[in-house]
């Protein structure tokens, strides 16, 4: 009988280990996509509690509140950027946060040297008005 596949042995082992490693990769860039959302939404919510814990120091001047902006920012796992009492209303508060993704990918990468983005968040708050 001949051989109809000719040498063709071990190309279903190469076709398997392609497929395996087609589905890491798109597997360890979905964990990145998910991290990078996670850190967005880490620095969004932090930017919000300090423009809150601000606001409520803000009649204490800027530096209580902009230093009760920055510890409420670390308690939530992110940086105080940036720092604005009385901008358009005397008691008006803008805070810019920054927050690093956590992720294992991510951390691996900047343990080896690569320094992957931060993510930015601003909020506003201020007394309400009628």
Aim: hydrophobic content about 50%; some cysteine.
């Amino acid at each position: 009988m001949s051989d109809r596949f000719g040498d063709e042995r071990g190309a279903g082992s190469v076709l398997v280990l392609t497929v395996v490693a087609v589905l890491l990769l798109a597997f360890g860039a979905g964990l990145v996509v998910a991290d990078l959302y996670g850190t967005g939404s880490r620095a969004r919510t932090g930017a919000d509690l300090a423009a809150l814990a601000a606001a409520g120091r803000a009649a204490g001047g800027s530096g209580a509140a902009c230093a009760q902006a920055a510890a409420v920012a670390r308690a939530n796992g992110t940086e105080l950027v940036s720092c604005r009492v009385g901008g358009t209303q005397p008691f008006d508060v803008d805070v810019v946060v920054a927050a690093h993704p956590a992720g294992p990918l991510l951390s691996a990468a900047r343990r080896w040297g690569y320094a992957p983005p931060e993510v930015r968040a601003r909020a506003l708050a201020g007394p309400a008005r009628s």
